[in-house]
């Protein structure tokens, strides 16, 4: 049994193509994600356009649209602001060293949109003290919805050190900030996690993947097992 009762968000990341997401209308899914930055999975932004307004014709959670999420690392504010333009995404999820005054200049000019920040665990973040992770996300939390924490690099299909997920739990419920876990989960996985650590967001991209391209059916798998957890 999971240790908490609430079923975590979910969030699928990495699409490329409209079929697939059309293929996802009515999973328990609560977010999907599209890669901005440099990648296998990288989409620019006509074509995120279009993705968008695929997401947005299919149903999720609760009988509402998924989410559209944009990934991108240290790409330039101006920029940014240009492709927000054309790409109405719900949340920007920045994976970089953005500096704090790039999310309060990019907070300011959001209008509905949310950001997300990713902290990357890796060797030197898996034995910080709570007090030490408070310390270094505080000038950030003013502007960010939620607080993700990934597998260095990203997509890279291997997990980080889950021994770190409780302090940063610790950390984000000092900010009263949700909690997603991303990195090298699959179905294989992710009951474990979900039975020792209480989350509020699954983030999946190399794990519903066949030879690099997502596949459905593990899609579908990967989201039956966190509702089951």
């Keep these: ?80 602001l240009k492709l927000l333009e054309r790409v109405p995404l719900d949340i920007v999820q920045l994976h970089g060293q953005e500096k704090v005054d790039y999310y309060a200049a990019l907070h300011k000019q959001l209008d509905d949109a949310v950001l997300w920040k990713v902290v990357s665990i890796d060797a030197s973040r898996q034995l910080l003290e709570v007090s030490q992770i408070i310390e270094e996300l505080k000038p950030f939390m003013a502007y960010v919805d939620r607080l993700l924490i990934d597998a260095p690099g990203g997509g890279t299909g291997k997990p980080f050190n889950w021994n770190a997920i ?12 949700p909690l997603v876990i991303a990195g090298g989960l699959h179905a294989g996985n992710v009951t474990d996690l979900l039975q020792q650590h209480r989350v509020d967001g699954i983030d999946v991209s190399s794990g519903v993947e066949t030879n690099g391209i997502k596949d459905i059916v593990k899609i579908k798998e990967f989201v039956g097992k966190v509702i089951e957890a």
Excluded at 166 to 177: L, V
């Design 1 to 80: 049994m999971s240790i908490s009762n609430v079923i975590p968000s979910i969030k699928i990341c990495g699409l490329r193509d409209a079929a697939t997401i059309q293929a996802m209308n009515g999973l328990a899914i609560t977010e999907v994600g599209l890669v901005f930055a440099p990648s296998k999975r990288q989409v620019s932004a006509s074509l995120g356009s279009e993705l968008v307004k695929a997401i947005q014709s299919i149903e999720g959670r609760d009988q509402k649209s998924p989410k559209a999420a944009g990934v991108f690392v240290n790409y330039p504010l101006k920029d940014m």
């Design 166 to 177: 409780a302090a940063y739990r610790a950390a984000a419920q000092h900010f009263e900030k």
